[in-house]
């Protein structure tokens, strides 16, 4: 491990190594950054079809739309005759 350092720094100079280390510590941000965006977007992808899934609920649930379900008796009876 010492020895890699010693490449390093004979490689890149000392004045070198702190704008490698900025640049590194930069990079891994922004890609968690990312990362965490992507959680996001995905999460939100999540709530919007539930919200789907409640919104076509509650319109089954309207009194308007409760005679065009088959679980009604009365429409029941009227496609039995």
């Known amino acids: 491990m010492i020895i890699i350092l010693i490449?390093?720094?004979?490689?890149?100079?000392?004045?070198?190594?702190p704008e490698l280390?900025?640049?590194?510590g930069k990079g891994i941000?922004?890609?968690r950054k990312a990362a965490d965006e992507n959680d996001i977007v995905k999460?939100?992808?999540?709530?919007?079809?539930?919200?789907?899934n409640v919104?076509?609920?509650?319109?089954?649930m309207h009194?308007?739309?409760?005679l065009k379900t088959t679980d009604?008796?009365?429409s029941a009876k009227k496609k039995d005759n």
């Open 7 to 17: 490449v390093v720094l004979l490689l890149f100079g000392g004045k070198k190594i």
């Open 21 to 24: 280390a900025r640049g590194i």
């Open 29 to 31: 941000r922004d890609f």
């Open 43 to 52: 999460d939100m992808k999540d709530v919007t079809s539930e919200l789907k």
């Open 55 to 60: 919104k076509k609920d509650v319109q089954d």
């Open 63 to 66: 009194p308007k739309n409760a």
């Open 72 to 74: 009604n008796p009365k």
